[in-house]
């Protein structure tokens, strides 16, 4: 990725590098989950199967796990303790 903050301005390219080296930084997807400000979260309709997390409002960096299999709870659910990589998709308002 080029510089952050040029290519998307200072707030959002401070957030994104802040939430690249969170990713970096994490044993798994349950440790972006614990961060408060990341407000990670599942995503639901067209988007179902990808997570997000906040960056300036009201832009989200959307991704999804990567590993393969993927790794799943007894009930179906994704096991987020589980989850060691994603992929990052794109930087988006998907409430527009």
Known sequence: MGNAQ?????IRGKLLRRRLDEFAAAASL????L?????????????????AVNLDQ???LVFEPY??????KPDGGLDWAQ???VRILE??????
């Open 6 to 10: 040029k290519d998307f301005g200072t």
């Open 30 to 33: 349950e440790s972006i989950r």
């Open 35 to 51: 961060l408060p400000a990341a407000k990670c979260h599942e995503l639901k309709g067209n988007l179902k199967g990808k997570l």
């Open 58 to 60: 009201p832009y989200r």
């Open 67 to 72: 590993n393969d299999p993927l790794p799943r």
């Open 83 to 85: 989850v060691t990589a």
């Open 91 to 96: 930087i988006t308002n998907y409430h527009d």
